[in-house]
């Protein structure tokens, strides 16, 4: 794991205003929360399949993903369940500082990651300074809230409902435009069964039937997933 610290030449407006359209928690932050966040934030640079947090390392600080692909998984008596993977502009670490007692959950880099790194004293310095701030990461934890609970409803859906609607999740909250169609990191087998709660068997028979059917293209060697037709995909899922 590598460290140095975050740094935007000279604080100028444009550099500022870049980061607070980076990442979607400081979007309405002030000009000096923003200035203040360069001085004190730091970056961890993580491999894939390398542990970020562990159970017992949450509450210490805030961080936020400048690249890469991450999961969160739940440990319960012994057993490991994916329940979210997180992407480019995200966060974590916010919900253990506001409830120390959460649920034991470990972070996971599926790809190379880096991250931002922001004490929890300091952040909640910057809290209590920043009313937007405040309420911006009241917004975006019951987002998160919603998806999860999108989850537990997709649990009553057809198989090809839930695995579409999670990939539709992933491309609308971090997928990346492109010629082929909205680019996604492809998460393994496994884990999109936890996600979904559909054995590996069937989600390997419902990713063929999507590619034959021209709406997903997938390229194994970088590990990402196209959806070709955003839109036709949301409506094939009958999306919430």
């Known amino acids: 794991m590598g460290k140095r610290r975050l740094h935007l030449t000279n604080h100028n407006t444009m550099e500022i205003q870049s980061c607070s359209q980076f990442f979607p928690l400081f979007d309405r932050a002030s000009p000096h929360t923003l200035a203040w966040l360069n001085k004190i934030a730091t970056t961890e640079t993580y491999q894939p399949n390398e ?65 931002f790194k922001i004490s929890t004293q300091r952040f909640i310095q910057i809290l209590f300074q920043d009313n937007q701030l405040q309420h911006r990461l009241l917004q975006l934890l019951a987002k998160r809230l919603r998806i999860l609970d999108i989850q537990c409803q997709l649990h009553y859906q057809p198989a090809a409902v839930r695995l ?45 039937n999507l590619q034959n059917n021209g709406w997903i293209e997938i390229d194994l060697a970088n590990r990402t997933l196209f959806l070709i037709n955003l839109k036709q995909l949301t409506n094939l899922a009958g999306k919430f």
Not at 92 to 115: M, Q, R
Not at 164 to 188: D, H, M, R, W
């Open 51 to 115: 542990t970020i947090l562990t159970v017992d390392n949450w509450g210490q600080a805030v961080y936020l993903i400048a690249s890469g692909w991450v999961k969160l998984q739940q440990i319960v008596l012994d057993k490991k369940t994916v329940r979210l993977i997180m992407g480019q502009g995200d966060f974590f670490g916010a919900s253990a500082i506001l409830d120390p007692s959460s649920l034991k959950t470990e972070v996971i880099a599926l790809t190379k990651v880096e991250l």
């Open 164 to 208: 579409i609607n999670i990939l539709v999740v992933l491309a609308e909250n971090y997928g990346q435009s492109t010629e082929k169609g909205t680019k996604i990191f492809y998460p393994a087998e496994v884990d999109l069964a936890d996600l979904t709660h559909i054995d590996v068997d069937e989600i390997n028979k419902i990713i063929d």
